[in-house]
């Protein structure tokens, strides 16, 4: 992408990150000279010559290697280059994917008709934000196929080549890394705020559809994209929430029905009109040609291998998700009884949402606009909150604050992750913002402070004030009954 800026009276144009090459192979398919061709089992973009592809990927074999010889249990991650960086990323024993992402740069005009002068801007990419989207490629590419060698076992290498080319040429089109920060290093969890009546509805609702339907294996409850309840595995969720919120969920946002939300009259509510509705599979259950097709997902893949039918069923804003065993034959009838069971009560249930969220909004009073911005991110059940974005999805990364300010979150994020103990880091950055971050007890906290003349002196009382009233206060202000339990399960 282009961004073209007004500098000395000439335009210059800023060219953002960008994907230059993705591919993925295993050496031990072309150990030989001249198979080295079978090595490849996926080359993004497809129309780069033969040649070409075997001589990258050699390449990146040989820095793999070279960099054995002084950490054999910790293979090199990223090579930087002026013009571009590449990271590897080793999911499964000798598979290996590689991605390639230009650096962004700067192209500045030159009088008398000279050629621009062109400048790379290679410490504006942080390693550990873009090693983390390529593992997330990795992990969605599961979460749909399964593993690499489940496949392969099961196919032999014509399958596992025909599965990756249909999943990553789609795929690798969503990914925007010029949208990418430190929410897609912690790739977080947002959860919604509930008082514990209605929370313990909520379980009283998924207990009831899993008792009436014996086929449901696992339950997950969203509303407005934040999880209430899950009945998956950490990790699982954690992909699986991202597929939602950034791709499922944002294709089928439509206005919603007047008075969206909107607590139901009580002759409504007597009887069985429902606004309840399927996302995956059939669009309109009345349509005699309707496909009762839903995607698959794998689930638990180190342990039992489980796959499953997803379906998710949407009612107003809230959503919930029921997975199946994929052995199941998902039929009409069972999609009309899931409809007629399900539709009633989460019409309900999202009307009782709304109409307690907007009680407890306004006991609270209106919020005031805080003297400082947060990101906080808890590892152990990965609760995610930002109030420096105003918008995160896959294509668009909406801050409120300045990209400098966003390069330095990910410098310090950078700096606690390479110790295990506790730290605070504070850095006054040129624009006068002061930037803070503090890594406890599993939990890590970035906050901007909006103080130009404050001192350092004086941040750090700020800081101080702020974690008198407890680091856990970002999360017991906003987030839900969930998280406690599942703060108390760990």
Same mark, same amino acid.
């Given at each position: ?13 800023? /060219? ?26 996926? /080359? ?74 062109? &400048? ?17 490629? *990795? ?31 789609? *795929? ?68 699986? /929430? ?62 039992? /291998? ?50 307690? *969220? ?10 005031? &606009? ?5 990101? *906080? ?114």
């Amino acid at each position: 992408l282009i961004s073209p800026r007004m500098a000395s009276g000439m335009q210059e144009k800023q /060219y953002t990150p960008s994907l230059l090459s993705f591919f993925i192979y295993n050496p031990k398919f072309g150990p030989r000279e001249g198979e080295e061709e079978k090595k490849i089992l996926f /080359y993004h973009p497809i129309e780069i010559e033969k040649n070409e592809k075997i001589r990258n990927v050699g390449l990146c074999e040989a820095i793999v290697q070279f960099t054995r010889t002084f950490c054999p249990t910790k293979p090199a991650k990223s090579l930087h280059t002026q013009k571009n960086r590449q990271f590897f990323h080793e999911p499964e024993e000798n598979y290996w994917m590689v991605m390639v992402v230009r650096n962004p740069m700067v192209e500045k005009p030159n009088k008398d008709g000279k050629p621009p002068t062109v &400048e790379y801007q290679e410490e504006e990419i942080i390693d550990s934000v873009y090693g983390s989207v390529l593992q997330q490629c *990795y992990s969605m590419y599961k979460l749909f196929n399964g593993t690499f060698s489940r496949t392969f076992e099961a196919g032999g290498m014509e399958l596992l080549i025909q599965k990756l080319e249909k999943f990553f040429y789609r *795929y690798l089109q969503t990914l925007h890394l010029q949208s990418c920060d430190l929410l897609d290093v912690f790739g977080g969890i947002s959860f919604f705020p509930l008082d514990k009546m209605t929370y313990l509805k909520i379980q009283s609702f998924v207990n009831r559809v899993e008792e009436s339907l014996s086929l449901v294996k696992y339950t997950a409850f969203l509303y407005n994209d934040q999880l209430i309840w899950s009945g998956l595995e950490q990790d699982d969720m954690q992909i699986l /929430y991202k597929y939602l919120t950034t791709s499922l969920f944002p294709r089928h946002t439509e206005p919603e029905l007047a008075g969206r939300d909107s607590p139901l009259r009580p002759e409504v509510a007597g009887n069985l009109l429902h606004y309840g509705r399927f996302l995956t599979g059939p669009a309109n259950l009345k349509d005699p040609d309707a496909k009762f097709r839903f995607p698959k997902i794998f689930v638990n893949t180190e342990d039992s /291998y489980e796959e499953l039918h997803l379906i998710v069923y949407k009612a107003m804003s809230a959503a919930v998700c029921f997975m199946v065993n994929a052995a199941v034959d998902l039929s009409r009838e069972l999609c009309e009884q899931l409809d007629s069971l399900v539709g009633p009560q989460l019409t309900l249930l999202a009307s009782d949402i709304c109409e307690q *969220y907007n009680i407890n909004r306004r006991i609270s009073g209106p919020e005031k &606009e805080p003297q400082f911005k947060f990101i *906080y991110f808890n590892h152990m059940n990965l609760a995610e909150k930002s109030t420096i974005h105003m918008r995160k999805t896959a294509s668009v990364s909406l801050t409120s604050v300045h990209p400098d300010l966003m390069k330095i979150l990910g410098d310090i994020n950078c700096d606690f992750a390479r110790v295990d103990e506790d730290e605070e880091i504070i850095v006054k950055a040129m624009t006068d913002y002061w930037v803070v971050g503090k890594k406890s007890d599993q939990r890590e906290l970035y906050v901007i402070l909006n103080q130009k003349n404050a001192n350092l002196i004086e941040v750090n009382e700020e800081v101080k004030r702020l974690d008198m009233m407890g680091m856990d206060y970002f999360t017991t202000l906003k987030l839900s009954t969930v998280q406690v339990l599942l703060i108390a399960s760990v």
